[in-house]
């Protein structure tokens, strides 16, 4: 009877493990598909042009970017201009983990900063140690930490926003480095190949945020107009080859532009086989 009642317990408990494992594997499936499901629903499609955003890439909240030098406010000599950062908690040089980096345009470098100067078009490096060639006046200096796929980081520890002054300044732009900026990321140059199918839009903001009854971007592509709710990459599809035109803009809940000096911006990239 005991032999009996304990393989009666061990067929018990074997079926009950057999049908956690079966739960666990359909919630992860269920929640796969929702995640799917989820991003299908915020794709948005005008003449052809999708947009969808994305939310899944690896997380780094403890990664953390800061300048050293230039000085915030600082004067530099005329010419090249040395940047040194600290880094903590992400390499550099290093390819991210996820499929996007097979998905889209991918650095073969690996993860990179995005140096940016008065919203400019980025310089792309891969070591803390740097120089640029800067004009000689006052310029507003972004960076930012980028995944190789080139999508920024966005908590407040993975940028650095400053002021930085070149050789004589004869005007000054009286930047409010505490209002709401919008800086433009990607796409940028050309994308060849598999490259040219998914191509992926993403900006960066200091200040403010997105929301749908608050402040939004809108993206026109092509001419065609998207109203974006959330700060987020968009994966961008269905976009012909040849030269292509973005025009971003930061607006409020009732469309108005947002002051700033980089709040509106244009740029063209071009799509190859």
């Given at each position: 009877m005991k032999q009996a009642f304990w393989l009666l317990s061990a067929?018990?408990?074997g079926l009950s493990a057999c049908d956690t494992t079966r739960q666990q594997a359909d919630t992860a499936t269920a929640t796969a598909e929702q995640v799917r499901a989820t991003a299908a629903s915020a794709t948005m499609e005008k003449n052809g042009i999708r947009l969808t955003p994305f939310t899944d890439s690896p997380k780094f909240p403890s990664a953390g970017l800061r300048l050293n030098t230039p000085a915030a406010n600082s004067t530099v000599p005329s010419g090249t201009v040395a940047f040194d950062y600290d880094l903590t908690n992400f390499q550099l040089t290093k390819m991210t983990g996820h499929?996007?980096?097979?998905?889209?345009?991918?650095?073969?470098?690996?993860?990179?900063?995005?140096?940016?100067v008065d919203n400019e078009p980025y310089t792309a490096h891969y070591t803390t140690e740097f120089t640029k060639p800067?004009?000689?006046g006052q310029h507003v200096?972004?960076?930012?930490?980028?995944r190789s796929y080139h999508e920024s980081l966005k908590h407040r520890t993975a940028y650095d926003l400053r002021v930085v002054n070149v050789g004589k300044v004869t005007t000054p732009l009286n930047a409010d480095l505490s209002a709401p900026h919008m800086f433009y990321s990607r796409p940028k140059g050309e994308y060849t190949g598999k490259d040219a199918q998914k191509v992926m839009l993403d900006f960066y903001l200091v200040n403010t945020t997105l929301s749908p009854d608050g402040n939004k971007v809108r993206a026109t592509i092509?001419?065609?107009?998207?109203?974006?709710?959330?700060w987020a990459p968009y994966?961008?599809?269905g976009l012909p080859m040849g030269a292509n035109t973005v025009k971003l803009e930061l607006v409020?809940?009732?469309?108005?532009?947002?002051?700033?000096?980089?709040?509106?911006v244009t740029r063209t990239f071009t799509l190859a086989q």
């Open positions: 067929l018990v408990l499929q996007h980096g097979e998905e889209m345009a991918n650095s073969a470098q690996g993860q990179h900063i995005h140096n940016i800067l004009a000689d200096v972004l960076s930012f930490l980028s092509n001419g065609t107009e998207f109203m974006l709710d959330q994966i961008m599809e409020d809940a009732n469309g108005n532009a947002v002051p700033g000096p980089f709040n509106s």
